[in-house]
């Protein structure tokens, strides 16, 4: 599944080097500042890798280093994926402002770790109903002897993994938007899509993510498709 096929074997040689775990607010800067040299070169043309028009948009426009090094950047961060780091530099907000952000590739891992063990069983195991075309899975089913989950990067807590009914599996932000949306004091109105509030204050984006909403009470909701 999207970037996931691309997660096999051992990708990350150097993965137990910490600065290739971390991601340095210096080093997504001297990437921004290397796009915008870019853009401004090429006649607004983006340093990113082709993408399917279907791909999620927060996963959508990864960075093709190899246009930015070694011309407007000496080589690629130590921590990202083409230096044997865990994170992929992505580009937000094409379309107005370009922006730097990272995700974890180790999310896309376990989402193909999960993939892997439903294609093996012949059929995704729904368990239960949490929204209209959102499920838990049954991970007892799959194998599991606790439930898998993906740290978040906004909160540090643990988020479920969710399936919709064309067994496509997403990290569910919702508690993340929860806290979010009480810190922010931010009003929305129904509809609207709330989830680029995660990426305001941050150097991540909400890979993998469903996209939400909020209801009349301003609390956030699954989208309805």
Same mark, same amino acid.
């Given at each position: 599944m999207l970037a996931s096929i691309l997660l096999s074997g051992c990708l990350y040689p150097q993965e137990k080097r910490v600065e290739n775990r971390i991601p340095y607010e210096d080093q997504i800067k001297a990437v921004q500042t290397a796009v915008d040299q870019y853009k401004e070169t090429n006649d607004g043309l #983006?340093?990113?890798?082709?993408r399917e028009?279907?791909?999620?948009i927060y996963i959508k426009y990864p960075i093709e280093f190899s246009k930015l090094a070694p011309r407007? #950047?000496?080589s690629p961060p130590g921590n990202a994926y083409e230096s044997g780091g865990v994170f992929q530099y992505v580009l937000i907000?094409?379309?107005t402002k370009p922006t730097v952000k990272v995700f974890d590739l180790r999310i896309a891992e376990k989402?193909?770790?999960v993939n892997l063990r439903i294609k093996t069983q012949g059929y995704p195991p729904f368990k239960e109903a949490i929204a209209n075309h959102v499920y838990t899975l049954d991970y007892k089913k799959l194998g599991y002897k606790s439930e898998p989950y993906i740290i978040s990067p906004f909160t540090n807590h643990n988020l479920p #993994?969710?399936?919709n009914l064309e067994g496509e599996i997403f990290v569910d932000y919702i508690s993340d938007l929860n806290l979010a949306l009480k810190e922010s004091g931010k009003s929305y109105q129904e509809g609207e899509d709330i989830t680029s509030i995660l990426t305001d204050n941050s150097l991540f984006v909400p890979a993998y993510s469903l996209t939400y909403t909020v209801d009349k009470n301003n609390e956030p909701i699954y989208m309805e498709k």
């Open positions: #983006l340093p990113i890798k082709t028009n279907d791909t999620p407007f #950047l000496a907000d094409v379309e989402i193909s770790e #993994l969710v399936i």
